[in-house]
């Protein structure tokens, strides 16, 4: 069983930062691209970010500039940090993993449960 679990989320004013964390737990033989989506009510799940083996990363237009992805693969972890956060930012975040279970098994993917973000003054 693999389980993914987000923490960081919260009420935070525009302008103000978050650090939302990811963590994967279970049997676990390789991970290979990570990443962040959200949804926002009413709306489509959308990719913020994304990093994979190597660091490459990707980002949403919206969030370039503001938003930065990384990972740390042997904790199996993965980070979004978010400055100058706005109102359209709110949104339920959801971590995603790419992972082989074991050696002869195919990769797929995992999500979290998602973390509440919301920006209000």
Do not use: H
Not at 32 to 47: D, I, L, S, T
Not at 94 to 112: D, E
């Amino acid at each position: 069983q693999v389980q993914l679990v987000e923490s960081g989320g919260g009420l935070v004013q525009p302008g103000g930062s978050l650090l939302l964390s990811c963590t994967a737990s279970g049997s676990i033989f390789s991970v290979n691209g990570m990443g962040w989506y959200r949804q926002a009510p009413g709306k489509q799940r959308e990719v913020v970010a994304g990093i994979i083996s190597g660091g490459r990363t990707n980002y949403v237009d919206s969030v370039k500039g503001r938003f930065t992805i990384s990972s740390d693969n042997a904790k199996k972890e993965v980070y979004v940090q978010m400055n100058r956060l706005k109102p359209e930012d709110t949104a339920v975040y959801y971590c995603y993993m790419n992972i082989k279970r074991t050696y002869g098994s195919r990769w797929a993917n995992y999500w979290g449960q998602g973390t509440q973000v919301t920006v209000s003054s």
